[in-house]
């Protein structure tokens, strides 16, 4: 996870396509600029910050079950539960589940999990559109760096 960069996911660890899941891992760092002022002698990783976690989860998630042929951008986070704070070092299970898909938008229901206990969750919606001009191959660059390209495989 590099929190200044927004690269929150470190690995996907699978994408099952008949269950239209994913899971994958992120590692919070020890250090990161976000904490200097989140907080102060108390440093926790913002929950908009594992809102995006999630997020990026699902995105990865749809972009492996489209083929990478179409590109999600996230437009709305409903029913978001936060139940505990996330400190440096915490090791996170992200799993994203695909609820609905069609007329050029996807739902997932994602969760954030460390020792098997629950962290937050939400239902994510996104709008799938063509990519971007340049877009397609940074996505694909992302997805082979956390394993994604091996697991849609």
Same mark, same amino acid.
């Given at each position: 996870?590099?929190?200044?960069?927004?690269?929150?996911?470190?690995?996907?660890?699978?994408?099952?396509?008949?269950?239209?899941?994913?899971?994958?891992?992120?590692?919070?760092?020890?250090?990161?600029?976000?904490?200097?002022?989140?907080?102060?002698?108390?440093?926790?990783?913002?929950?908009?910050?594992?809102?995006?976690?999630?997020?990026?989860?699902?995105?990865?998630?749809?972009?492996?079950?489209?083929? !990478?042929?179409? @590109? %999600? *951008?996230?437009? =709305?986070? &409903?029913?978001?539960?936060?139940?505990?704070?996330?400190?440096? /070092?915490?090791?996170?299970?992200?799993?994203?589940?695909?609820?609905?898909?069609?007329?050029?938008?996807?739902?997932?229901?994602?969760?954030?999990?460390?020792?098997?206990?629950?962290?937050?969750?939400?239902?994510?919606? !996104?709008?799938? @559109? %063509? *990519?971007?001009? =340049?877009? &397609?191959?940074?996505?694909?660059?992302?997805?082979?760096?956390? /394993?994604?390209?091996?697991?849609?495989?």
């Amino acid at each position: 996870m590099r929190l200044e960069y927004f690269e929150m996911i470190d690995r996907v660890t699978s994408l099952d396509r008949n269950t239209k899941r994913i899971e994958v891992s992120s590692t919070v760092p020890m250090e990161s600029t976000v904490f200097e002022g989140h907080f102060p002698g108390h440093p926790l990783v913002p929950g908009v910050l594992l809102t995006e976690t999630m997020a990026q989860a699902s995105g990865y998630l749809v972009l492996g079950l489209m083929g !990478f042929t179409h @590109m %999600p *951008f996230l437009m =709305g986070v &409903d029913k978001a539960r936060f139940r505990t704070f996330v400190g440096p /070092g915490t090791v996170l299970t992200v799993t994203a589940q695909l609820e609905h898909e069609g007329s050029g938008y996807a739902v997932t229901k994602a969760r954030i999990t460390a020792e098997g206990k629950p962290i937050c969750d939400a239902e994510l919606r !996104f709008r799938i @559109m %063509p *990519f971007p001009e =340049g877009m &397609d191959g940074l996505m694909r660059a992302q997805a082979k760096r956390i /394993g994604l390209l091996e697991e849609a495989v």
